[in-house]
């Protein structure tokens, strides 16, 4: 079965950055469509960032120009760096993977807080 599993959330002031990672395993990385989620409470999970097998990328455009996916296929990873942090953006930040058979799988979530 696999496994998405996601850290380097935390509490951060706005304007600042972090960069949250999601390790895979027991999957052929690769060809996995893979995508940063978040969930803000009373609202509904939405999608933040993709990245495709080729490495196209989608944001929302609330997170246009301050966050960026990336992906390591040698190290099984995707990441979302986050700059310029707002309190809109507190979540809890999901890892997503959408294999071609578009079966998809979730990691267990990070928190991030952006607060003073």
């Known amino acids: 079965q696999v496994q998405l599993v996601e850290s380097g959330g935390g509490l951060v002031q706005p304007g600042g950055s972090l960069r949250l990672s999601c390790a895979g395993s027991?999957?052929?990385?690769?060809?996995?469509?893979m995508g940063w989620h978040r969930q803000a409470p009373g609202k509904q999970r939405e999608l933040v960032a993709s990245?495709?097998?080729?490495?196209?990328?989608n944001y929302a455009d609330s997170v246009k120009g301050r966050f960026t996916i990336s992906r390591n296929n040698d190290k099984n990873t995707a990441y979302l760096q986050m700059n310029s942090l707002k309190p809109e953006d507190t979540a809890v930040y999901y890892c997503?993977?959408?294999?071609?058979?578009?079966?998809?799988?979730w990691g267990q979530g990070t928190q991030v807080t952006v607060s003073a």
């Open positions: 997503n993977a959408i294999n071609p058979y578009d079966l998809a799988y």
């Open positions: 027991k999957m052929t990385f690769s060809v996995y469509t």
């Open positions: 990245i495709t097998i080729g490495g196209a990328t």
